[in-house]
């Protein structure tokens, strides 16, 4: 008889993610010709894109390209970054995600969290800064809010075993270098190619509602990971933790090429407004809602007015 722990049965939640994530008996194999003319195309754009920019530069992430192809108007508008308990929040929670992942034994939920905060605090960063000056209420609600994150991520993974390589918080990059960078942080990832053969799975730990964006944010970092390792990942899923459910995509080649003239759009934009001097056009939208502008915006109030019109 093994002296190791039995393993915990499966709950029905922790059964769902895994037959939803795994792999079927079925490889799956790109064409390595497309990738080689997905990433020939990316490589001519931005060669066209750099003659463009000069001596500027471009950095483009999930964020920048969905802000990007928005309402340019909030886009350009120069908003401050603050710490907010919900983002800094989501953060802890990552955090402590992180290191359970990493952590051997059955550690308490509690306790992860505290040591993430401890070490997000000691972090010369903005975030650590703004966690060394909460009082012991405000920390209180923090801890709060990401045990609770935290405890649903256990509840809804079945435990990661190191050899299917799970990683979280990884960097992704490319190109190495020149004037326009793609650049991504993977909430976190399951499996790694073998071969040519896709077996990375690609995850983004969600706490509000289903978006489009979500799903183009992945997309995105499918298309930065097949242009970085020129094998694309074979599944994507949006986790949302609080309803228990993974929104699943297969990665086909549509879906790459969907995401590549996305991020073209988006560095092409970018290159009109902040170097060729293009107007800013405005797109009411639901980010009217949380735009800093709202109040002094014609289009926005109007937009603002006719969704709580129709009761929506
Ligand atoms: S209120 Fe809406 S339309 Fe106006 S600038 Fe903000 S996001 Fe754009």
Redesign the pocket.
């Known amino acids: 008889m093994s002296d190791e722990p039995a393993a915990s049965p499966l709950s029905p939640l922790q059964q769902k993610t895994l037959a939803l994530l795994r792999r079927t008996a079925e490889p799956v194999v790109f064409d390595t010709a497309f990738v080689a003319s997905l990433r020939a195309e990316v490589d001519e754009a931005f060669e066209g894109f750099a003659e463009r920019l000069g001596d500027e530069t471009v950095f483009m992430s999930k964020h920048r390209i969905s802000s990007v192809l928005?309402?340019?108007?909030?886009h350009l508008?120069d908003d401050t970054f603050a710490w907010s308990p919900a983002i800094a929040g989501g953060q802890v929670a990552h955090r402590a995600i992180q290191l359970l992942i990493n952590w051997r034994g059955d550690p308490v939920p509690a306790d992860v969290v505290d040591e993430a905060i401890a070490r997000l605090a000691s972090d010369d960063t903005s975030l650590g800064e703004w966690i060394a000056g909460l009082t012991d209420a405000d920390l209180s609600d923090l801890r709060g809010f990401a045990t609770d994150k935290l405890i649903k991520f256990q509840e809804c993974f079945p435990p990661l075993d190191r050899r299917a390589a799970p990683t979280t918080e990884s960097s992704v990059r490319w190109p190495i270098d020149g004037p326009i960078v793609l650049s991504g942080k993977v909430d976190l990832t399951i499996g790694r190619p073998t071969g040519a053969e896709s077996r990375k799975v690609i995850i983004d730990l969600k706490t509000g509602w289903v978006s489009q964006k979500h799903r183009e944010d992945l997309r995105f970092y499918a298309l930065v990971e097949t242009l970085r390792s020129q094998v694309p990942p074979r599944k994507l899923a949006s986790y949302y933790l609080d309803a228990g459910d993974p929104v699943v995509e297969d990665v086909t080649e549509r879906v790459l090429l969907s995401a590549s003239r996305r991020m073209l759009d988006a560095v092409h934009a970018e290159i009109e407004l902040r170097v060729e001097g293009r107007e800013p056009v405005?797109?009411?939208?639901t980010?009217?809602r949380w735009?800093?502008?709202?109040g002094e915006?014609?289009?926005?109030?109007a937009?603002?007015t006719g969704v709580s019109d129709d009761g929506f």
């Open positions: 928005g309402c340019e108007v909030q508008h405005k797109r009411p939208g980010s009217c735009c800093p502008l709202a915006c014609t289009e926005g109030t937009y603002l």
